[in-house]
């Protein structure tokens, strides 16, 4: 089935612990990205991945990293998460214009 | 910067038709996306309008006039199963960046 595949589905984690929320695709996909949603304020671009090695910032970098080192896989990094950063988080790949596929989402708590 | 606008909040009876507008304003347009997404799930992908006209899939359409920075996603014979978030969102630039907007909440009544 193709599918986009986040880890995990809900964290609740302290101020400053470093984390990591994983993201892998299985449909060869070259475009993928990182999102988040707040309440009233839709969904924000974190970072994109245009191919293997290409990153580029989003709307809302500040505070993350990420990285693509395999085609499939584009992990999501918070070296020092905040409270600010509590919030639903989507991977998402898409092969072009044609849409993207979204993960069902990472619900991260910083306390 | 990118904006897109849509109102936050739309009413319609069940088998109803129901219009929700989106103007933006963007640089490096490409074309117009829409979404769907329901309480707790992923946005899914519904349509996509790269030139202005209307494009039809099934009971949803959606249209586009790039000189007016306008589209809109329609709905027709609503169902409750439509209750929803609604999401347009821009392509831009060469790196295949989407900007979405606020999103319109879907309220489908009896």
């Known amino acids: 089935e193709a599918q986009v595949t986040q880890n995990p589905r809900y964290l609740i984690t302290v101020t400053g612990k470093k984390l990591t929320v994983t993201c892998s695709q299985n449909?060869?996909?070259?475009?993928m990205s990182w999102y988040r949603q707040d309440p009233g304020l839709g969904l924000r671009q974190i970072y994109y991945s245009m191919n293997v090695e290409v990153t580029d910032k989003g709307d809302v970098p500040e505070g993350y990293k990420v990285s693509r080192k395999e085609k499939r896989n584009f992990p999501l990094i918070l070296e020092s998460p905040s409270p600010n950063q509590t919030s639903l988080y989507f991977c998402?790949?898409?092969?072009?214009?044609?849409?993207?596929?979204f993960g069902s989402g990472t619900r991260l708590t910083v306390v | 910067g990118q904006s897109l606008e849509q109102p936050s909040e739309v009413t319609a009876v069940e088998g109803a038709i129901v219009q929700i507008n989106c103007t933006y304003q963007t640089s490096g347009f490409y074309g117009l996306s829409w979404y769907q997404q329901h309480d707790g799930g992923a946005p899914t992908f519904l349509s996509y309008?790269?030139?202005?006209g209307l494009e039809e899939t099934g009971r949803f359409s959606s249209f586009l006039s790039r000189s007016d920075s306008y589209g809109y996603l329609l709905l027709q014979e609503l169902q409750m199963k439509d209750s929803a978030s609604y999401f347009c969102?821009?392509?831009?630039?060469?790196?295949?960046?989407?900007?979405f907007g606020t999103g319109t909440q879907l309220k489908v009544e009896l």
């Open positions: 998402a790949s898409s092969v072009g214009f044609l849409g993207y596929t």
């Open positions: 969102a821009s392509y831009t630039g060469g790196g295949n960046k989407l900007t």
């Open positions: 309008n790269a030139l202005d």
């Open positions: 449909m060869n996909h070259e475009y």
